[in-house]
Nanobody
């Protein structure tokens, strides 16, 4: 019943920018920590960035200074602004969020991913 849907992935040249969005829908009582992860071909899924409800941030070293994570709690939406993109940023980007579906219950959910390709 709860869905996370990512959007914004595209083909972009090195040095370019993209903004990813992740919208949560369904029966949502509350949303806790949210994050972006990515998986390049042949590699494991890795953390990109997370943001708590208190707007505490955590970034992978490889994206610090280039990516910015943010959230709009009123819209149940997570964002990732990606600047100065590099070919090594090419991956499927996944949204992850802890979602409470009742006053005392919830779990982490994953989106299906959006593809970002950085190439000239």
């Amino acid at each position: 019943q709860v869905q996370l849907v990512e959007s914004g992935g595209d083909l972009v040249q090195p040095g370019g920018s993209l903004r990813l969005s992740c919208a949560a829908s369904g029966i949502i009582f509350s949303i806790g920590i949210m994050g972006w992860y990515r998986q390049a071909p042949g590699k494991e899924r890795d953390l990109v960035a997370t943001i708590t409800t208190a707007s505490t941030y955590n970034y992978a070293d490889s994206v610090k200074g280039r990516f910015t994570i943010s959230r709009d709690n009123a819209k149940n939406t997570l964002y990732l602004q990606m600047n100065s993109l590099k070919p090594e940023d090419t991956a499927v980007y996944y949204c992850n969020a802890w979602i409470g579906t009742s006053a005392d219950g919830g779990r982490f959910y994953w989106g299906k991913g959006t593809l970002v390709t950085v190439s000239s």
